[in-house]
């Protein structure tokens, strides 16, 4: 990192190093390593790059959460639009019940967005990059075995080929 360039990083990082140190200051090192820096100036880059990457980690932290509860969120509408038929059979309205259901799941929703972002910030562990890449790079022993199993949906006939099972249908009593 000593012999890296200003120049070199990406935007985001230039335009924070450029706001730390300066317009005049930064056009001056920019073509220059970092190494020949003051000691101020590099505690000052120091601390710019640390608030970058902490940025960078709320922001794949909330990102994460919020895939992750919205997913779950579509898969409840998605069973409540499917089971708010019954309503009418209690004399509901049923459209008044989706809503009030919606708008209750979609506060729930919002407050555990909350939760989780908040909880994960106090528990999340950054890794050692050098770890991880040995993890990665350690060479498996073999191809792992997989077992295919044997689809439900085709049974095997007597003679010996494959034939489909058929959707039951039911009749209409008259």
Known sequence: MAEARPAD????TRKGLERTLGEV??????????QNLSAEE????INELGRQALTEIYRQLLLGVISELW????????ALRVSIGL???????????????????FRELLDDTRTGVVTRMFIYRPRDISSVQTSVSTPREGPPQISMPVPEATQTSPTGGEKKKGKRRRRRRR
């Open 42 to 45: 590099r505690t000052r880059l």
């Open 71 to 78: 997913v779950e969120y579509l898969t409840s509408m998605e």
């Open 25 to 34: 200051r930064y056009a001056e090192v920019s073509e220059e390593p970092l």
């Open 9 to 12: 990083m990406d935007e985001t």
């Open 87 to 105: 309503e009418a059979y209690a004399q509901r309205d049923p459209l008044v019940q989706y809503k009030n259901r919606a708008f209750e799941m």
